[in-house]
């Protein structure tokens, strides 16, 4: 009988050890350079397609022929006011219900029921909520098709994930600063304006960002909402089309409309990238204040 050293035994064992972590590290890479790799052939695609139609005229005239010419100044504006209510609502709403749940009903019967109705939510699907504002804020409060029902109801759709990513943010914060608070007789109303929430900033940006993409993806819910008109809209009372819907539009409704619907996902790309770019600023400038001031 052959006997191992123990030397001998201990490098097998780490060579065995070695092989998951590994495996681990060549999945993980590859995942994410599949994901990059999609992207990058979407960009591409949008580029090669999108760029000749793509023009300073293009941003800034209405669009002609049915949107064969011209450009999407109109739809610019309607998207970005369409934002504007979408932000102005969901936000105190959600940073609210996210303080709710994570500071006054951390483990309550109350903050389960509803967490559990936030995630069934947000796994509804956009023409749900689209049945839903049109039914509600169109009809029944008389809003029509118009940008500030689109809004509200783009609200509905991002607050599920608002509130979510806010209160595990504010989850994340350590309770040590709950305890000093507490120690320096400080209310918890002051405690989570002046500590809480800044120290949760990040958090809180990366959520908003993951509902601002998902609002200024989407179409069916506004085709319910906001209505079809591609003119410069005057008030929030007005129709608007968002770049989603003309982008539909124009691909599908529209001969001859591939290259500016093209151009137009090339620009809702771009918006999407500027937002999550100044929204990266902000959180790392954000911290880097913090650390000086610490």
Request: hydrophobic share 55%; glycine share 10%.
């Amino acid at each position: 009988m052959v006997e191992t050293s123990p030397a001998l035994s201990g490098v097998w064992v780490k060579r065995a050890g070695a092989w998951p972590d590994r495996a681990a590290t060549v999945t993980m890479w590859s995942v994410a350079l599949l994901t990059a790799a999609v992207f990058a052939w979407i960009l591409g695609d949008l580029v090669r397609h999108g760029l000749p139609h793509l023009s300073w005229t293009f941003l800034t005239e209405a669009p002609r022929d049915a949107g064969r010419a011209g450009g999407i100044a109109p739809i610019l504006v309607s998207t970005l006011m369409i934002m504007g209510v979408c932000l102005a609502v969901s936000v105190p709403i959600g940073v609210g219900s996210a303080v709710l749940l994570a500071e006054f009903s951390p483990t309550g019967w109350f903050g389960r029921v509803v967490r559990r109705s936030l995630d069934v939510l947000a796994g509804v699907p956009s023409i749900v909520f689209g049945l839903f504002g049109n039914a509600f804020f169109s009809i029944y409060l008389g809003l029509g098709f118009s940008i500030l029902s689109g809004g509200l109801t783009l609200a509905c759709m991002v607050l599920p994930i608002l509130i979510r990513s806010s209160e595990a943010s504010l989850r994340s914060v350590p309770d040590d600063y709950r305890k000093a608070a507490a120690a320096l007789g400080i209310s918890q109303a002051a405690a989570i304006w002046r500590i809480l929430l800044p120290a949760a900033t990040p958090g809180l940006l990366v959520g908003l960002v993951l509902g601002i993409g998902r609002a200024l993806a989407e179409t069916a819910a506004l085709l319910f909402t906001s209505g079809y008109v591609d003119r410069m809209p005057g008030s929030l009372m007005d129709s608007g089309r968002a770049l989603s819907v003309h982008i539909y539009d124009l691909a599908m409704n529209v001969p001859g409309g591939t290259g500016p619907a093209y151009a137009t996902a090339f620009v809702l790309i771009m918006l999407l990238a500027v937002i999550n770019l100044v929204t990266s600023w902000t959180a790392d400038r954000w911290l880097h204040r913090r650390v000086i001031r610490a």
